[in-house]
Nanobody, 124 residues
Framework: VQLVESGGGSVQAGGSLRLTCAAS????????MGWFRQAPGKERERVAH???????IYADSVKDRFTISQDNAKKDLYLQMNSLKSEDTAEYYC???????????????????WGQGTQVTVSS
């Protein structure tokens, strides 16, 4: 599976962006799909994920501001980001982990397919 992110850019604090992760093919069966981010000098962190059962989990730092969703064909993945803060500035990555779901989705090692990333810059 190839994943390609788009939709990043520069925005002022309080603004919104919508990231898209285009998958090269449908993902069936058991899976996790998630968004991760990495800021300069920091470790990569999980932002949100959705699994094949439809469960969505968010990091506390983005809860109630970000929404992860997937199209009905279970192919492309989205991240709607509202009320952006300067601390949201990072490279954002889409990832897919095939064959796992549930609690496994919290672990980065679950994800065996990664996109190249898209930069989000929020200015205060």
């Amino acid at each position: 599976v190839q994943l390609v992110e788009s939709g990043g850019g520069s925005v002022q604090a309080g603004g919104s962006l919508r990231l898209t992760c285009a998958a090269s093919r449908n993902i069936y069966g058991t899976y996790c799909m998630g968004w991760f981010r990495q800021a300069p000098g920091k470790e990569r962190e999980r932002v949100a994920h959705i699994d094949s059962n439809g469960f969505t989990i968010y990091a506390d730092s983005v809860k109630d501001r970000f929404t992860i969703s997937q199209d009905n064909a279970k192919k492309d993945l989205y991240l709607q980001m509202n009320s952006l803060k300067s601390e949201d500035t990072a490279e954002y990555y889409c990832a897919a982990g095939v064959g796992r779901s549930g609690g496994y989705c919290f672990r980065q090692e679950t994800y065996n397919y990664w996109g190249q990333g898209t930069q989000v810059t929020v200015s205060s």
